[in-house]
Protein backbone atom coordinates (compact mmCIF):
# COMPACT_ATOMS: atom_id res chain seq x y z
CA UNK A 1 0.00 0.00 0.00
CA UNK A 2 1.16 3.47 -0.68
CA UNK A 3 2.25 5.86 1.95
CA UNK A 4 1.69 9.55 2.09
CA UNK A 5 5.45 9.95 3.05
CA UNK A 6 6.22 7.65 -0.21
CA UNK A 7 3.74 9.57 -2.26
CA UNK A 8 5.62 12.93 -0.88
CA UNK A 9 8.76 11.25 -1.94
CA UNK A 10 7.81 10.91 -5.39
CA UNK A 11 6.50 14.47 -5.98
CA UNK A 12 9.80 15.40 -4.25
CA UNK A 13 11.75 13.89 -6.78
CA UNK A 14 9.92 15.02 -9.86
CA UNK A 15 10.47 17.77 -11.83
CA UNK A 16 8.89 21.49 -11.14
CA UNK A 17 6.57 20.67 -13.85
CA UNK A 18 4.87 17.15 -14.83
CA UNK A 19 1.32 15.59 -15.89
CA UNK A 20 -0.76 13.80 -13.77
CA UNK A 21 -0.21 11.57 -16.34
CA UNK A 22 3.64 10.90 -15.49
CA UNK A 23 2.47 11.01 -11.87
CA UNK A 24 0.17 8.26 -11.81
CA UNK A 25 2.62 5.68 -13.88
CA UNK A 26 5.28 6.49 -11.40
CA UNK A 27 2.78 5.58 -8.46
CA UNK A 28 1.12 2.15 -10.50
CA UNK A 29 5.04 1.25 -10.94
CA UNK A 30 5.70 2.20 -6.98
CA UNK A 31 2.59 0.20 -5.98
CA UNK A 32 3.39 -3.06 -8.19
CA UNK A 33 7.33 -3.04 -6.90
CA UNK A 34 5.73 -3.02 -3.30
CA UNK A 35 3.36 -5.95 -4.23
CA UNK A 36 6.02 -7.93 -5.74
CA UNK A 37 8.15 -7.44 -2.34
CA UNK A 38 4.95 -8.37 -0.21
CA UNK A 39 4.80 -11.41 -2.24
CA UNK A 40 8.24 -12.28 -1.94
CA UNK A 41 8.25 -12.03 1.37
CA UNK A 42 5.33 -14.21 2.19
CA UNK A 43 6.96 -16.74 -0.26
CA UNK A 44 4.38 -16.32 -2.85
CA UNK A 45 7.50 -17.20 -5.54
CA UNK A 46 8.45 -19.03 -8.13
CA UNK A 47 11.45 -20.92 -8.53
CA UNK A 48 13.72 -20.74 -11.69
CA UNK A 49 13.37 -24.15 -12.16
CA UNK A 50 9.59 -24.08 -11.86
CA UNK A 51 9.62 -20.93 -14.54
CA UNK A 52 11.96 -23.12 -17.06
CA UNK A 53 9.50 -25.88 -16.82
CA UNK A 54 6.56 -23.24 -17.14
CA UNK A 55 8.19 -21.95 -20.48
CA UNK A 56 8.66 -25.49 -22.31
CA UNK A 57 5.34 -26.23 -22.02
CA UNK A 58 4.62 -23.19 -23.97
CA UNK A 59 6.91 -24.34 -26.75
CA UNK A 60 5.33 -27.87 -26.88
Request: charged share 40%; no cysteine; net charge negative.
Amino acid sequence: MLTKSKLKEQIDNFPEEFTIDDLIDRLIIIEKIEIGNLESESGKVVSEVELDKEIEKWFE
